[in-house]
């Protein structure tokens, strides 16, 4: 019995770990996610600043105007990637928040019925010192009867028993 419950702990701790595993592994995605996000705001930011140079210049130089508005087309394509892979990223980041509530609760849960079964566990051990020291007083009074009985006898000579319980 005890052996089962010892198994059922070790099983619940086994469980426990693997969520916290779990927790672990999403806030370390996130934190992944949050530095590629903030790499591709500064990337944005950078495009940005990089097509505002180019069209000053083409604005100074009419002569280099041409090659000037294909340079900021290339930045614009390049702007125009870089936004719904940080939509995706952002997408990404909710979903990774998401998760890691429902690990996190799943983790209070897990530890709430460790601490159930530990208590449980206590409770059955208790009854079980219970039960063992009511089996020793009756054992122990069993003994007493039968010294009693072996020596006590009656004026005629036969054995009376006594019984002594307590």
Do not use: F
């Not at 590629?36 to 105007?65: C, F, N, P, S, T």
């Amino acid at each position: 019995m005890l052996i089962a419950e010892r198994d059922k702990e070790a099983s619940s701790h086994a469980a426990l770990h693997e969520a916290q595993n779990r927790v672990y592994g999403i806030k370390n995605t996130i934190s992944q996610t949050e530095q590629q996000i903030q790499y591709q705001q500064q990337r944005h930011q950078q495009l940005l600043q990089q097509q505002q140079a180019m069209l000053l210049r083409q604005q100074q130089a009419v002569k280099e105007g041409e090659q000037d508005a294909k340079e900021s087309q290339l930045l614009a394509d390049e702007l125009a990637l870089v936004l719904p892979e940080q939509e995706e990223l952002e997408a990404a980041l909710e979903e990774q928040c998401l998760r890691l509530e429902s690990a996190e609760l799943a983790l209070l849960s897990q530890q709430q019925h460790v601490e159930a079964q530990q208590r449980e566990n206590a409770q059955t051990t208790t009854q079980v010192q219970l039960w063992q020291s009511r089996i020793q007083t009756l054992e122990q009074a069993l003994l007493r009867n039968q010294e009693a009985a072996t020596t006590s006898k009656t004026k005629n000579g036969t054995v009376c028993h006594r019984w002594v319980i307590g």
